[in-house]
Nanobody, 117 residues
Framework: QVQLVESGGGLVQAGGSLRLSCASSSYGFGLLTLNWWRQAPGNQRELVATITAGGNAYVADSMRGRFAISRDNDANMGYLQMNSLKPEDTAVYYC???????????WGQGTQVTVSP
């Protein structure tokens, strides 16, 4: 019954920026790891970035230096800042909150990001 909702996707020209947001109704959001994933048609789901409850962040190699993950635990919000976007970044982006044990694994509905050449 946890609600996790992404927003901020849309159409942007190559080289542009978008900021995705993830709003969580989960109790204990600030104790959980936040992940962003993406999936393009015909491709498997790919991890984009991770941030722990304590704020330690990781961004996947192909997006490192262009994307940044952050969170506001007081607001129960997660974010993905996407800069220098490329057409190959086009995908549905999903937020995901997860306990370290995997006992909690909640997903949003996804938001479409389309980057035109």
């Amino acid at each position: 019954q946890v609600q996790l909702v992404e927003s901020g996707g849309g159409l942007v020209q190559a080289g542009g920026s978008l900021r995705l947001s993830c709003a969580s109704s989960s109790y204990g959001f600030g104790l959980l790891t936040l992940n962003w994933w993406r999936q393009a048609p015909g491709n498997q789901r790919e991890l984009v970035a991770t941030i722990t409850a304590g704020g330690n962040a990781y961004v996947a190699d192909s997006m490192r230096g262009r994307f940044a993950i952050s969170r506001d635990n007081d607001a129960n919000m997660g974010y993905l800042q996407m800069n220098s976007l490329k057409p190959e970044d086009t995908a549905v982006y999903y937020c995901n909150i997860r306990s370290t044990t995997g006992g909690i694994d909640d997903w949003g509905q996804g938001t479409q990001v389309t980057v035109s050449p």
